[in-house]
């Protein structure tokens, strides 16, 4: 119990919604003014959203946005080439991912242009994006005690773990691989963006991979 102990101070240090190792003079927006990024890309930042995370529209649907991560380029291809060939995995386990390696997170313009109401679910009791992101914070200490042998149960008594068991661990997210990065394949989206917006890594269940048809 002592390391449980140890990693949760360390935890409860984690700034919500801080700029996570970004210089005060970094440019955020405090608006939506959205601004092209090349001639048939459009992203932009907000601080309002979630500190960290960029949103680029979709080319086949301009009332979609995709979460950017470290592949968009390469998911580009995957959706809007389509020639690829699924694999099933039959029998997923939970592994670990980087957020920010998951692509295909999406949001409507409509959900982009109310971050209040995309967080609390339009005012759902207990839903805000502090929680959401208290909930991410705590993955690591999970993962840090079930690897030193401690089990989900075990953690689950103490009541911040249990949130964060509950969110990502009983119902995780599910993904599958292409190449290097992976594809947003299920419910989720809060969890997703929230680890993404933390630079944190998340536990998926890997449902399968694509691959391209050349």
Do not use: C
Request: no cysteine.
């Amino acid at each position: 119990m002592a390391l449980l102990a140890k990693s949760l101070s360390e935890y409860e240090s984690v700034q919500l919604g801080s700029t996570n190792g970004i210089s005060a003079s970094t440019p955020q927006t405090s608006s939506f003014a959205v601004t092209p990024s090349s001639a048939d890309t459009t992203t932009f930042e907000s601080n309002t959203f979630g500190s960290n995370l960029a949103f680029v529209q979709d080319r086949l649907s301009a009332e979609r946005y995709f979460s950017r991560g470290n592949h968009y380029e390469e998911y580009r291809d995957y959706w809007e080439n389509g020639n690829y060939t699924f694999s099933r995995n039959e029998n997923p386990e939970l592994v670990y991912v980087r957020a920010r390696d998951i692509e295909g997170v999406y949001l409507s313009d409509r959900e982009l242009g109310n971050p209040e109401g995309f967080w609390t679910r339009n005012g759902r009791e207990g839903w805000s994006r502090e929680n959401i992101l208290r909930r991410a914070s705590h993955i690591q200490d999970v993962r840090q005690n079930t690897e030193s042998g401690m089990s989900l149960d075990e953690l689950s008594q103490n009541p911040v773990l249990d949130d964060t068991i509950r969110s990502y661990y009983n119902n995780p997210v599910q993904v599958a691989q292409v190449g290097s990065y992976y594809v947003f394949q299920s419910d989720g989206r809060h969890r997703t963006l929230a680890a993404q917006s933390l630079d944190t890594y998340i536990p998926v269940l890997v449902t399968g991979s694509y691959t391209r048809n050349d």
